[in-house]
């Protein structure tokens, strides 16, 4: 046993400096293991066995149709992203708060956790947020410590505000590892945990990050003066200029989150009618003639429609006419489509918002076939046994494994990426925890404010090398690392309430699902 456990150890140490020697991630999950398998076989401590399962859980994997859901939330953020919604927003945000310093500060976080919710991409928010909001703050005489803090934390906001790509990855995860802890417990019939209880998990928690990011703002800056004439611009903003800028991308997400919360779509319907969505809006502001941009509103209206038929129609007394009325539907929504997918074909911004879905989704389901290899590994040197043992041994119960957890989730969150630690973490140290009294949906949630965390901590928060990458040279390394700290220890307190009050997790899932 000491053996296994001495090569268990060697294979982790190996795998961080994998990691962090540059190699790909895919590579060094995948790598060390394999090499780790081989030399335990030799010695005697592992059977090769083992891994004549890696192609069948590959393939389970990749059937799953859960993770169709992961390619098409990043491409309706990408088309967001490309549709410059964004800057419109962030301009009418702007002058309704009256351009002062706490008010254009606020107009970020209040602009973020709405584009967050939409995209959920950090890379591209965080960038967004550089071009469009980094200027405008420090003109309002924002310190440049307190705006880029503003700018990392708010564009990790689309990692915990549904929908969220990190939600539906551990949704997948937790929802796998339950119902096997749980049937390994002796109980044969646990209640199932889908991405739908996490996103509705997640909304409260992620709310009161929010909170707590503009009550730091709020308090934490003083008030500048308005310059003269502010309040001439703050008159011009109208209420069809409101709606244009704020209308099309709340809908979308009403329409994505409401359908998985409403039961009328799974998690990866949903994400296709997001992707649908976001193509006919980036189309739609792109200038479209009269004809066509009618035949994209006509397809939007007729999508919304044919969402109110499935919730409203009785499966009991459908008729003929109502049939009829759903392929006219479907035939309007699907002309609205194509001639969206055609002009974005014609200006270029469709090949690049699906160049970036591939390599985005590869890198994804890169690490989680190579996650599976290392989970099948880990089991074979009897790690899953090791595990249960030192999670017993904790002092404290469930409640110190719990905090053991996620100690280790926020130290490895200072040198892996969230996805790598979702199949790293999850399946190795889950079940302990899950197959006990701790809810699931509780869990996930804790784990995904915990994760956030990572995109902000250094040296490898890749909130930081996004800024980084795109703010001017006068804004310091050490400027950044100051101006995050603030919004990490935010993030700390939040993830302290949301341990000391679980029902910040569970209530609403309860209410909307009846769990």
């Known amino acids: ?65 859960l993770l169709m859901a992961v390619p098409l939330f990043v491409l309706m953020g990408v088309l967001l992203e490309r549709s410059r919604l964004a800057e419109s927003m962030l301009e009418v945000l702007g002058r309704m708060l009256g351009g002062s310093t706490r008010g254009i500060a606020l107009s970020v976080l ?30 309002a ?59 509705a998990g997640a909304m409260l928690p992620g709310l009161l990050l929010v909170s707590l990011y503009g009550i730091y703002i709020f308090f934490g800056l003083k008030p500048v003066a308005k310059s003269p004439g502010a309040a001439r611009v703050i008159t011009r903003v109208g209420l069809g200029e409101v709606l244009s800028s704020f209308a099309p991308p709340l809908l979308l997400i009403l329409a994505v989150l409401g359908s998985i919360l409403a039961g009328i779509a799974t998690t990866t319907e949903a994400a296709g009618l997001g992707a649908i969505g976001a193509l006919m809006l980036a189309a739609y502001r792109s200038g479209l003639p009269g004809f066509q941009r009618n035949l994209v509103l006509a397809g939007v209206l007729a999508a919304f429609a044919l969402m109110a038929l499935r919730l409203f129609s009785d499966a009991r007394s459908e008729s ?129 404010m915990n994760l956030q965390t990572s995109f902000l901590t250094p040296p490898f928060g890749f909130a930081l090398f996004y800024f980084r990458s795109t703010a001017p040279r006068h804004i310091t390394t050490t400027d950044i690392y100051a101006g995050v700290a603030p919004f990490v220890v935010l993030q700390l307190i939040g993830l302290g309430l949301l341990i000391a009050f679980p029902a910040l997790a569970t209530w609403l899932p309860g209410v909307v699902f009846g769990g």
């Open 320 to 448: 003929a006419a109502m049939g009829g009325l759903a392929i006219a539907l479907a035939v309007l929504l699907l002309l609205g489509v194509a001639v969206a997918a055609w002009r974005l074909s014609i200006e270029k911004v469709l090949h690049g918002a699906v160049g970036d879905t591939l390599r985005i989704s590869g890198m994804v389901f890169g690490i989680v076939v190579a996650a599976t290899l290392l989970a099948l590994v880990f089991r074979g040197f009897g790690g899953d046994e090791i595990v249960m043992e030192i999670m017993d041994g904790m002092p404290g119960g469930e409640w110190g494994a719990l905090v053991a957890v996620m100690l280790v989730v926020f130290l490895l969150g200072f040198i892996l990426e969230a996805v790598e630690i979702i199949y790293i973490v999850v399946p190795l140290l889950g079940p302990p925890l899950l197959a006990g009294d701790i809810s699931p949906i509780w869990f996930g949630v804790l784990l995904a």
């Open 141 to 199: 005489h924002v310190p440049k410590r307190m705006a880029t803090g503003i700018i990392c934390a708010s564009g990790t906001l689309g990692q915990i505000i549904p929908p969220s790509i990190l939600l539906v990855l551990l949704g997948d995860q937790i929802g796998n590892t339950y119902l096997e802890a749980q049937q390994k417990a002796g109980n044969f019939a646990p209640d199932p945990v889908s991405v739908g209880d996490l996103f």
């Open 1 to 65: 046993m000491i053996v296994n456990e001495l090569f268990l150890a060697g294979m982790v140490l190996c795998l961080f400096g994998g990691i962090l020697s540059g190699i790909p991630a895919m590579l060094a999950i995948s790598g060390v293991p394999l090499v780790a398998a081989f030399i335990g076989s030799m010695v005697g401590v592992f059977d090769l066995g083992f891994l004549k399962f890696f192609p069948a859980r590959v393939y389970g994997t990749m059937s799953n149709p």
């Open 110 to 139: 209040v602009f973020s956790a709405i584009i967050a919710a939409s995209t959920g991409i950090v890379g591209a928010t965080v960038v967004m947020l550089v071009l469009i909001s980094l200027p405008a703050m420090l003109d």
